[in-house]
């Protein structure tokens, strides 16, 4: 490191839409395949940073999953003399040098050089859509082709899936809904929530004439971590109950025979309907995640530090916070997050 050069490290929240990309990972060498890492890599690249830029993920998604927020840190070395981006700058510029307009950073925080977008994550929450009320393909709108599983079924039984996501609740082996290649250690996780319900508004682009035919349903998991593909594999599970092909009781001896490989557990739902909704670490939040906060799920949180959109210093990274309670799950998203306005020589002047 030169003299007077500065090193910062940043942690970015990012979303995108999976349909166009191989999962976010980076793909490296001459494929035709890319990943949503290759794209921010790629802008962060016009940073001018004296070392390469490099995004470390928080939470990796395979091909045609979602995220509405996705978290990474990265370390921006700037030429010497030049103080460090702002968090405010760092993410009007990689959202000004990005090339696929599927992938949106969110908002940026300085952190401390030993901050670890994947290990420090204390909660990751995953959101799967379903549809019920389409016999064919074509009778889903075109706006919600590639958002949810569309399932021929006109209704779900949601008591019995309820019902069996609770013998999935706690700390478990979930092997039987791993996949095989998961790089995890351990088999052994906590699952927090898992919840099913029916989309309050249903979708704003079904038609009026359409909406008692096409209902829309959320499942959503928490926990600190997944295994390979878990949540896809549970979802396949507890569809099967909706659908009648299952009864409650039998997914607590799926979980219970370990078994990967077993007729129900092995089927795996489609990556279409899977959105990554939040990644949580101890003591902050992103701007995206407090306006998910509503009156019923600030309780229990005790003395949660949070940030205003402005703040770019993440102070309970630096500083002991201490919690009273439990953090309740997210609800439904709002990311209209505040932009620093682009204008006629923005990049010069900020030297990006």
């Keep these: 490191m030169g003299a007077g050069s500065v090193r910062a490290r940043y942690l970015v929240y990012f979303q995108y839409l999976g349909t166009d990309f191989n999962g976010v990972a980076a793909v490296r060498g001459a494929q035709h395949a890319i990943g949503v890492q290759n794209y921010l890599e790629e802008a962060a690249e016009r940073l001018n940073s004296v070392v390469p830029v490099k995004f470390t993920i928080s ?33 009007q510029a990689l959202n000004t040098h990005l090339r696929h307009p599927a992938i949106r950073v969110l908002q940026a925080f300085r952190v401390p050089s030993h901050f670890h977008a994947r290990h420090a994550a204390t909660s990751r929450t995953y959101l799967y859509r379903l549809a019920t009320g389409c016999h064919r393909p074509d009778q889903l709108p075109v706006f919600e082709r ?17 019902e069996a996501a609770q013998h999935l609740l706690g700390t478990h082996d979930f092997r039987a809904f791993q996949s095989a290649g998961s790089p995890a250690t351990s088999p052994v996780r906590t699952l927090r929530r898992a919840s099913v319900s029916p989309d309050p508004a249903s979708s704003p682009f079904v038609l009026p004439e359409e909406s ?24 396949s599970v507890l569809v099967a109950v909706g659908l009648g092909a299952l009864m409650p009781a039998q997914v607590k001896m799926i979980l219970e025979s370990q078994d990967p ?21 101890e003591g902050f939040e992103s701007t ?36 009273t309670g439990t953090t309740a799950g997210p609800t439904p998203v709002s990311l209209d997050l505040p932009q620093v306005p682009a204008c006629p020589g923005w990049a010069a002047r900020n030297g990006v």
């Design 212 to 235: 008692r035919r096409l209902r829309f349903w959320s499942l959503e998991f928490e926990s600190q971590s997944f295994l390979y593909r878990q949540v896809r594999r549970m979802t």
């Design 59 to 91: 939470s990796r998604t395979d091909a045609g999953v979602h995220a509405l927020s996705n978290a990474a840190h990265l370390d921006v070395q700037r030429r010497s003399g030049r103080p460090p981006f702002s968090p405010e700058v760092l993410t």
């Design 146 to 162: 590639n958002r949810c599983w569309a399932l021929r079924a006109d209704c779900l039984d949601v008591a019995a899936m309820r």
């Design 261 to 281: 490989l077993g007729r129900h557990q092995s089927r795996v739902a489609p990556a279409h309907g899977l959105f990554l909704k939040a990644v949580l670490y």
């Design 288 to 323: 995206a995640q407090r306006s998910q906060v509503t009156p019923d799920t600030q309780q229990g949180q005790g003395s949660r530090s949070t940030l205003g959109p402005a703040a770019g210093r993440c102070p309970a990274l630096y500083t002991t916070v201490h919690h």
